[in-house]
């Protein structure tokens, strides 16, 4: 035994002493790689013309399927080959990106071609939008979504997703906020990390990754009203506690880009933003990629008022760190005549030349520039069943249970007839909602309708009733009567309101975010009926539906959950997957209310009293609360939070506390629970929010079954910006507070964080 004991310890001693060498071999190979594709770039640098630098930094569009104004140019085949272009968005397919790269190669230097395409949630197989995925609150099933994507796209011949979005938004009325992760600087960042990783895979160079493009830097996500491309008007505090976090965990995470947004911050446009680009980005956070602008944000910069021509806008955005120019033709047409005239030094050309040349080098381009354009390749990943498997399991875990009175879902599979009624029920583009590539109409990969999913569910055993009852966005009732005709021959009925796919998205700002039209009264009529009632919600952000979400007993809330969408809403509704999804935006009562949050300051006079609101902070019209909080879902089972302990009652900030927990599934479905840790700084040199979500854990239990969960508190978790904006801890104590979402709080401590 003894010498059993002892040979143990020297393989053990050998298999570290192994690792550590293999982990320095490692750093080793990275560095000398590094080092080498510098010593490329510097000696290719070296033969370029001041236009063939330019080149690199011009980005054109294919024109298909254009996301912005398309602005003339001549032919672009013949620029490409004098080396006057650097990358091209929107070519899909490996035929097609072949075509251009064979023109890259006849230009005189024969440097590769990046070629971009909005990845925004799945590639030729469209996942759910991501503020759905991010309701999943599952960061295996974020990345795994963002990993499938980029397989596909890099099988098509792209190298370049422009995502993840990592804004944050606290304003359903923007029609991006469908393109990010919420309104909370935590799981954002969390989310962030998964996006990042999950393009970029085993790293730049690997056939199935593509570059990730963390957008859009910075603040766009707070336009003012809700209305987007607008002004953004914030503290250097606000900026830097609430929206700057995701960004920097997208640095952390290695993303291989940035794009700047189209949103001016305090006065100055974002494109020519050095404090954003240079100083913060550039330089406090060290990000060795390049920034593309965001599509024609250069010439925009005139319509904003802050430079005089195209001439000028080119000289701001380059000088303030944006590397390429998309789509705006500035760069292009005014820097030669900048650089010679000493407006624009050769030696901030060369910085932004060097870092696009850097990542072509690491995608493997020059010892290959057609190493992503193999047909056989396309044939085989491209539209695979295994990924559309993937896309039905991340859109099962996306939706939210908002209501289930009386246990009414799941519903049972053996029912005599079921009533489908709604303009959504057999709608299929809706299904993928905003930002999906339009492939046309292909069989293989068009959406399924929630009809098609239940029927797919119940066979022939259920007889299945439609009636449309409305439109999306008129007044006309009359297939109102039809619509309660068929709810009466029903055992239950199962409704599809919401938004179309082109009511959320990039241009899609509401000042009205009520469910449009007359659906809402369609399911009241509906409900009078007395039949039981099931409402699924279909949209691409936060909308208000309170006559609906206060008659029926039971909501659904499925976004747009791309091409399995019916398949995966028909899991649900019949039991096959509970559901586990908890919002990541808070829903408003009112459009009044926004922006609305759950991580509010108390003021000085705080509403303690809903009926006593008399010089509070309060309306006079509605409550401070929201009709459906940060945080919430709910499940077919039910979860008891008990036994919370802390490791400590004071630490000093050298210190971690963990906090212990039990969860006990206490009914009568296996199910996930999003147990959820919210933090509170009680006194501190400057004011805080009354809770602040600082870490959370997504667990499966059967029935009866309990887990002890454990969340550590340290010094990243404890610090705040003091008066001087500097990253500190301060001592006081802090409100612990551990629940199943920011207005279900069910387990409460508190601690001491002492003088160092």
């Known amino acids: 035994m003894l010498l059993f004991r002892s040979n143990y310890r020297k393989c053990f001693l050998l298999l570290i002493l192994l690792a550590y060498v293999t982990g320095l071999n490692a750093q080793t190979f990275k560095s000398e790689a590094k080092i080498a594709i510098q010593q490329k770039v510097n000696k290719l640098l070296a033969k370029m013309t001041l236009e063939e630098k330019i080149g690199q930094l011009n980005q054109y569009a294919s024109y298909k399927n254009a996301t912005g104004p398309i602005s003339s140019t001549g032919n672009m085949i013949d620029e490409i080959k004098q080396g006057r272009v650097g990358s091209i968005l929107k ?17 005189r230097l024969k440097i590769p071609l990046l070629f971009g395409e909005d990845v925004i949630h799945g590639y030729r197989i469209t996942f759910p939008i991501p503020l759905a995925e991010a309701a999943s609150w599952d960061m295996d099933a974020i990345g795994f979504s963002a990993r499938l994507a980029a397989t596909e796209a890099a099988a098509s011949g792209i190298q370049w997703a422009f995502a993840p979005m990592v804004d944050i938004s606290r304003d359903p009325r923007w ?77 952390d995470a290695g993303a291989a880009t940035f794009m700047n947004s189209f949103n001016e911050l305090n006065g100055i446009p974002a494109t020519g933003n050095s404090y954003l680009q240079r100083n913060i980005l550039k330089g406090k956070w060290g990000f060795g990629g390049f920034v593309v ?74 010892a290959d520039p057609f190493r992503f354009c193999n047909q056989q390749r396309e044939a085989a990943i491209v539209n695979s069943p295994s990924i559309r498997n993937a896309a039905r399991a991340v859109a099962q875990k996306s939706m939210v249970l908002l209501k289930n009175e009386g246990s009414l879902l799941p519903l049972a599979k053996n029912l005599k007839t079921i009533a489908l009624i709604g303009p959504l029920v057999k709608a299929k583009k809706d299904m993928n909602g905003f930002w999906a590539l339009p492939w046309g109409v292909a069989h293989e990969t068009e959406p399924v309708s929630l009809f098609e999913g239940v029927q797919n569910k119940l066979g022939g055993q259920t007889k299945l009733l439609f009636a449309k009852g409305c439109n999306i966005n008129d ?28 009511m959320s998205g990039e241009a899609k700002s509401r000042s009205n975010i009520h469910i449009p039209g007359v659906q809402e009264e369609l399911v009241k009529a509906i409900q009078a009926t007395g039949k039981p009632v099931v409402v699924l919600v279909m949209g691409g952000r936060p909308l208000i539906f309170n006559q609906t979400a206060d008659c029926v007993p039971a ?37 009044g209310q926004i922006p609305i949050y759950y991580a509010t300051k108390n003021t000085g006079r705080p509403l303690i009293n809903d009926n006593d609101r008399a010089y509070k902070s309060a309306y006079l019209d509605v409550s401070n609360t929201p009709k459906f909080a940060f945080g919430y879902g709910l499940s077919y089972t039910t979860f008891k939070y008990s036994n919370l302990k802390l490791s400590a009652k004071a630490i000093n900030n050298l210190q971690s506390i963990i906090a212990s927990f039990t969860v006990t599934n206490t009914g009568n479905y296996a199910g996930e629970e999003v147990a959820q840790l919210y933090l509170r700084n009680r006194v501190a040199s400057v004011t805080r929010p009354v809770k602040e979500l600082k870490d959370f854990c997504k667990i499966k239990l059967m ?23 500097q990253w500190v801890t301060e001592p006081g104590m802090f409100g612990v507070m551990i629940g199943s979402a920011s207005d279900d709080i069910r387990l409460v401590d508190e601690f001491e964080l002492l003088k160092r």
């Open 475 to 502: 007044t006309s009732k009359v297939d109102f009567a039809e619509a309660i005709a068929t709810a009466k021959n029903a055992d239950v009925v199962i409704m599809a309101i919401g938004e179309s796919y082109d």
């Open 555 to 591: 909501i659904l809330y499925t976004w747009w959950l791309g091409v399995e969408a019916g398949n995966a809403m028909a899991d649900v509704l019949f039991g096959d997957y509970n559901p586990s999804g908890k919002l990541p935006i808070t829903f408003p009562q009112s459009e």
């Open 293 to 366: 602008s965001d599509w024609g944000s250069i010439p925009e910069m005139v319509n904003h008022g802050f430079v005089k021509n195209n001439s000028e806008a080119a000289r701001v955005a380059l000088n303030a760190g944006s590397d390429m120019d998309m789509e705006g033709r500035s760069y292009i047409n005014n820097l030669p005549i900048l650089v010679k005239s000493g407006r624009v030094s050769i030696a901030t050309v060369n910085d932004a030349v060097k870092r696009i040349l850097t990542k072509k080098f690491e995608l493997g381009l020059f």
């Open 703 to 725: 029935p009866s079954e309990s887990k002890t969960i454990t969340f550590v508190i340290n010094k990243q978790k404890l610090s705040l910006y003091n008066q001087q904006m």
């Open 175 to 251: 029609g991006r906020v469908m393109e990010g992760a919420g309104e909370d600087p935590y799981l954002g960042s969390r989310i962030a990390i998964a996006r990042v990783k999950g393009f970029q895979g085993n790293g730049l160079g690997s056939l199935d990754a593509v570059m990730a493009c963390a957008k859009h830097f910075a603040a766009y996500g707070a336009a003012i009203a809700g209305r987007d491309y607008n002004a953004v008007d914030m503290s250097d505090r606000t900026l830097w506690e609430v929206y700057l976090p995701p960004f920097k965990a997208a640095v």
């Open 91 to 107: 070519v899909n397919g490996v035929a097609d990106t072949r075509i251009y790269q064979q023109a890259a190669m006849q230009s």
